[in-house]
C-alpha cells in the first residue's frame, strides 16, 4: 500500500542513527590527518630546504606563511591532500553505508556490523599512510629543489634507490638528468616511490666556484 510499517520504520531509524555515528568518526579521522599533514608536511618541507640551501652556505630562517600555505595547498598530482584525505573520507563513508544497509536488511547483529566496518577503516588506514608517504616524498623534493634553485644550481639528476622494491618505472628514471624547471611535478612517479633529486657534478661544480668566488 506504499506505506512503511513499524518494522521498516524501526530499520530505517536503526540506519540513521547508526550512519550519524559512522560518519561522525569519519570526519574525525579525516580533520586528525589534515591537521597531522599540515604539520608535518610543512615543517618537512622547511626542514629540507633550509638544510639543502646550508650546503651552499645560505642561512634561511623561516619560509613565510603565505608562501608556505601556498605550497602546501598546491594540487601537485591534481589534488591536494587535503582534498584526497576527504575523498578517502568519502569513500570510507560509502563503503560503511553499503555494509550497514546489508546488515540492516540481513538483521545482522550490531557486533557483526562492527567487525566487517573494521576491516573496511582498517583498509582506509592503509590508504591514508600511502597518501602520507607519497605527500611526504612529494614535500621532500619540492624542497630539495627550491633550495637547489636558491644556490643556483640549475641541472639535477633523478637518483633511485636501488633494492629489492625498486621498480622497473623507477628504475628507468635513474640517472636520468634534466634542468630543473624540468624536474617539478616529475617525482614521485607513483604512490610509495622513493625516488629523489641531485644536483649534477657540473651543477655542484659550478656551485663551488662560486662559493670560492665569493670567498
Not at 153 to 171: F, G, N, P, S
Amino acid at each position: 500500500n506504499g506505506k512503511l510499517g513499524l518494522s521498516e520504520l524501526y530499520k530505517y531509524d536503526r540506519y540513521r542513527k547508526y550512519m550519524k555515528q559512522v560518519e561522525g568518526v569519519c570526519d574525525r579521522l579525516a580533520r586528525g590527518e589534515i591537521a597531522f599533514a599540515d604539520k608535518s608536511f610543512s615543517k618537512l618541507y622547511q626542514d629540507v630546504f633550509k638544510a639543502t640551501v646550508k650546503i651552499g652556505g645560505v642561512e634561511f630562517d623561516r619560509i613565510p606563511a603565505k608562501t608556505m600555505d601556498r605550497i602546501l595547498q598546491f594540487p601537485w598530482s591534481g589534488e591536494n591532500y587535503s582534498q584526497r584525505i576527504w575523498a578517502n573520507r568519502d569513500h570510507l563513508v560509502r563503503n560503511a553505508r553499503q555494509t550497514v544497509i546489508r546488515g540492516i536488511v540481513k538483521g545482522q547483529s550490531i557486533t557483526s556490523m562492527t567487525d566487517e566496518l573494521q576491516s573496511r577503516v582498517e583498509a582506509s588506514a592503509s590508504n591514508a599512510r600511502r597518501l602520507i608517504r607519497t605527500e611526504s616524498m612529494h614535500f621532500v623534493n619540492q624542497g630539495q629543489l627550491d633550495g637547489y634553485k636558491r644556490l643556483g644550481i640549475d641541472e639535477v639528476t633523478i637518483l633511485v634507490a636501488e633494492d629489492e622494491r625498486t621498480c622497473d618505472e623507477c628504475m628507468a628514471n635513474d640517472g636520468r638528468i634534466m634542468k630543473i624547471d624540468e624536474a617539478e611535478l616529475l617525482l614521485p612517479v607513483h604512490p610509495m616511490c622513493r625516488c629523489t633529486y641531485v644536483p649534477t657534478e657540473k651543477s655542484l661544480d659550478k656551485l663551488l666556484n662560486d662559493m670560492r668566488g665569493k670567498a
